[in-house]
């Protein structure tokens, strides 16, 4: 059971480009979420699914796109990265219902220059 | 959005319990309360949760108040591992964690 698994651990991106943030799961979770993290603060959910094709905008969506295609996967894609953008984030998945806890990836550290 | 407040940082000594306190005053009827700890360069781990009755567990324990308006999350018996930031939320999977209490521990 490898749990939530997020790749790549480390990135760094120019002003403009794109690119997909992996997550996976291997333990049947319908409830996923991603969440960014700047430095000092929490964390602040960005788009959540409560499962396959079903997702919703979280606190801080703008930039950011999703789909879930799978139960497995729920990839997030920054359109046009912008310095603002440089955080640690992190993948959640969870059992459907809140009285669940939540497993954690272990995180992507990206750099915007 | 259901919000919670916490202090932004306590400080304990190694050995002796720690009381960290959450007020969530507009919870709805059927939000759990989880807790949920960060250590440091690390993503978010379970601490414990419960919905109205006080819950124990291998970690920690949850004191909920009658109303339920407000929480505590007991750690017995401190040590220096437990020094991190602790998160109280409410709807999990579907919420921003706030900033949370940062426990320093102290020998």
């Known amino acids: 059971n490898a749990g939530v698994t997020q790749t790549p651990k480390f990135q760094v991106l120019k002003t403009g480009q794109s690119m997909t943030l992996q997550c996976a799961q291997d333990?049947?979770?319908?409830?996923m979420s991603w969440y960014r993290q700047d430095p000092g603060m929490g964390l602040r959910l960005i788009h959540y699914?409560?499962?396959?094709?079903?997702?919703d905008q979280g606190e801080v969506p703008n930039g950011y796109n999703v789909s879930r295609s799978t139960t497995e996967d729920f990839p997030l894609r920054l359109l046009s990265a912008a310095p603002s953008q440089t955080s640690v984030y992190f993948c959640?998945?969870?059992?459907?219902?809140?009285?669940?806890?939540?497993?954690f990836g272990p995180g992507t550290r990206l750099t915007v220059t | 959005d259901a919000k919670t407040t916490q202090p932004n940082s306590m400080e304990s000594n190694e050995e002796e319990p720690v009381h960290l306190p959450c007020n969530h005053s507009?919870?709805?009827?059927?939000?759990?309360i989880h807790w949920y700890r960060q250590l440091p360069s690390q993503g978010p781990e379970y601490v414990i949760h419960?919905?109205?009755s006080n819950v124990n567990n291998r970690m920690a324990s949850l004191a909920i108040a009658e109303d339920r308006k407000s929480s505590t999350l007991i750690l017995h018996r401190a040590t220096l591992r437990d020094a991190a930031v602790y998160y109280c939320?409410?709807?999990?999977?579907?919420?921003?964690f706030g900033d949370g209490t940062t426990l320093t521990v102290k020998p």
């Open positions: 939320i409410l709807r999990t999977g579907k919420s921003t």
């Open positions: 333990m049947n979770h319908e409830y």
């Open positions: 507009t919870i709805s009827g059927t939000d759990y």
């Open positions: 699914s409560v499962g396959a094709g079903i997702t």
């Open positions: 959640a998945s969870q059992r459907r219902g809140d009285s669940y806890e939540q497993y």
């Open positions: 419960g919905l109205t």
